[in-house]
């Protein structure tokens, strides 16, 4: 009996044995350095791999945008708090160009295994719609909505335009002779563009940058006459002095952009299209394993939920919104709708939501 139990013992222990051994393999990155950390997503298994815990190695983000823009501004401290909670380095990439198209493509045609993230915008929801890509949300899980903000129509300070009204008349005066940052076709700038020549007749000169900070920066130096911009650049460039808000595209003031004035005031014809603005958020592939996906929405919801970056959504005017899963589904499926119809008022696409298929 004595015999038997040392056996088993020993068996024990050199399973034991094997087990950490495996574990210390895991958990040692390509530089050969131990990375071991316990986290809130150990645990999550991924697909028929055993007992390897997600993740194993640093996950890479790809900001459809450029950098210094809007999305980039709010992605990259989240990022910052999440990957303290997953233990392992979110690597923040821009990848610009096709209003985002690109990066969206390059993301889905990585694997479908969460270490490949889209950090990105509200744009993709109208890509089939405008004829930019096939893709759509549709092809991506959620794995958080970060939040929402408003848009504001800016020209530089010394810029002898005062009123939307000004603009619209030197437009109609010369088509021409005014110029529009965007970000491309299918951008907030090139959306807002539409609705103003809907409820003005108004037309403008756009110019394609790779990104809101980009498109503001050639405003500011005087290689385009007005931009709109997001309440995260709006409010800083605002009080600095650096811009001049004609008008906020919101039915009621903004608070935090002192001085500005909705544009229903010159222009009450353009609540129909209002609320309008972007959202931001975090997507992987479609067919990422489930467990994975809520491995990384559970941290992405814990950083979220931090303090200090509830503090940052506040100083930045953006309204938090932290959906995933079907509220998170949902929330992109009436936005798509609510901007197809605005289009389709605005005579920018010929087929109404109905006629796309958008429920």
Not at 62 to 86: F, H, Q, S
Not at 170 to 196: L, N, Y
Not at 199 to 214: H, I, M, R, Y
């Amino acid at each position: 009996m004595k015999k038997w139990l040392a056996a088993a013992l020993a068996m024990c222990m050199t399973a034991s044995l094997c087990a950490c051994g495996n574990d210390s393999a895991a958990s040692t990155t390509a530089g050969g350095t131990d990375t071991a950390k316990t986290t809130a997503a150990e645990g999550a298994q991924a697909s028929g791999s055993g007992s390897t815990a997600f993740p194993e190695h640093d996950i890479n983000g790809w900001v459809m945008w450029g950098a210094g823009g809007g999305t980039d501004n709010i992605v990259r401290p989240l990022c910052t708090y999440t990957e303290k909670i997953l233990g392992k380095s979110i690597v923040v990439n821009n990848k610009t160009g096709a209003t985002g198209a690109v990066a969206t493509q390059f993301v889905h045609d990585q694997s479908a295994d969460g270490y490949s993230l889209l950090l990105g915008a509200e744009n993709p929801a109208l890509y089939k719609i405008l004829g930019i890509s096939e893709l759509t949300y549709d092809n991506f899980d959620t794995v958080l909505l970060i939040g929402n903000e408003e848009l504001s129509l800016v020209v530089a300070p010394d810029s002898p335009y005062e009123t939307v009204t000004d603009l619209v008349n030197a437009a109609k005066a010369d088509p021409e002779s005014v110029i529009m940052a965007t970000t491309g076709d299918g951008g907030s700038q090139w959306e807002a563009a539409a609705f103003i020549k809907a409820v003005t007749g108004a037309e403008f000169t756009q110019l394609p940058f790779d990104g809101d900070a980009s498109a503001l920066t050639a405003v500011m130096g005087g290689n385009a006459h007005f931009t709109t911009i997001k309440s995260t650049q709006a409010i800083e460039a605002n009080r600095a002095g650096t811009i001049k808000i004609l008008a906020t595209l919101t039915k009621e003031p903004v608070e935090a952009l002192e001085g500005s004035k909705p544009i229903t005031e010159e222009y009450p014809g353009f609540e129909e299209y209002l609320p309008f603005g972007p959202f931001y958020g975090v997507w992987v592939k479609e067919g990422t394993p489930e467990e994975v996906t809520k491995a990384l929405s559970d941290a992405f919801q814990e950083g979220f939920e931090n303090p200090d970056f509830q503090e940052l959504l506040t100083s930045m005017n953006i309204n938090p919104l932290g959906l995933t899963g079907e509220e998170a589904n949902t929330y992109i499926a009436q936005w798509q709708k609510s901007a197809a119809t605005a289009l389709y008022k605005a005579g920018v696409i010929e087929k109404s939501p109905e006629e796309l298929g958008i429920q």
